[in-house]
């Protein structure tokens, strides 16, 4: 008996989040079609109201490679003073963990 009532409480509080996502649902469809009629909706004459743009400049920068590797370089070089610096605790944890 109580089984059936869990399972009618969790059936119940399914449908009303069913029909609460539902309502949210139609109000920002609602939404979506009142602002498109509003601005005149989608007809031709609007998609041919701007002219067409065409960019000259390259859409991405072109790399500066030798500012790459030096910073490849520094990064190398404080990862291994990093190893460096820690290699005397790293291979006292191996001998513990043997």
């Known amino acids: 008996m109580a089984a059936r009532q869990h399972k009618a409480g969790k059936s119940h509080t399914r449908m009303i989040a069913t029909s609460f996502a539902a309502?949210?649902?139609a109000m920002a469809l609602t939404g979506l079609i009142y602002s498109v009629a509003a601005a005149g909706g989608m007809g031709l004459p609007a998609a041919h109201a701007a002219p067409l743009?065409?960019?000259?400049a390259p859409a991405v920068a072109p790399l500066d490679m030798a500012a790459v590797h030096a910073q490849l370089a520094d990064v190398n070089s404080s990862l291994a003073a990093a190893h460096a610096a820690t290699d005397g605790t790293v291979s006292?944890?191996?001998q513990i963990a043997e």
């Open 23 to 25: 309502g949210v649902g």
């Open 53 to 56: 743009q065409v960019a000259t």
């Open 92 to 94: 006292r944890l191996e």
